[in-house]
């Protein structure tokens, strides 16, 4: 299993990023729930949004909702997260994740219910 992230980068203040993580093979985004989290320094990986097989997108951190929005291609086995208004606050390397377990209802919240991750990629606000 490969999840490889992309999009991250430098960028001001109110400005905006689009992450995307391609994920092979392609059953894992088909039949697991996928979800994007972020590690600044200093600070435990805390989850940003999940997104369940059925295509149910759950954010759950408060701090961005209302600017972050998860989504998948299925034909291109792609998670995406679009990021705007970015602050500061946002400054962290972001990670995709997926569940080795399928899950009939809501996609766990906690890194620890994710089994496979991507290598992350860098997002800086200044």
């Known amino acids: 299993v490969q999840l490889v992230e992309s999009g991250g980068g430098s960028v001001q203040t109110g400005g905006s990023l689009s992450l995307s993580c391609v994920v092979s093979?392609?059953?894992?985004?088909?039949?697991?729930?996928m979800g994007w989290f972020r590690q600044a320094p200093g600070k435990a990986r805390e989850g940003i949004a999940s997104?369940?097989?059925?295509?149910?997108?759950?954010p759950y951190a408060e701090s961005v909702k209302g600017r972050f929005t998860i989504s998948r291609d299925i034909d291109k086995n792609t998670l995406h997260l679009q990021m705007n208004s970015l602050g500061p606050e946002d400054t962290a390397v972001y990670y995709c994740?997926?569940?080795?377990?399928?899950?009939?209802?809501?996609?766990?919240?906690?890194?620890?219910?994710?089994?496979?991750w991507g290598q992350g990629t860098q997002v800086t606000v200044s």
């Open positions: 093979p392609d059953y894992i985004i088909r039949t697991k729930c």
């Open positions: 997104i369940s097989p059925g295509g149910s997108s759950e």
């Open positions: 994740a997926g569940t080795r377990s399928e899950y009939g209802g809501r996609c766990p919240t906690l890194p620890s219910g994710y089994w496979y």
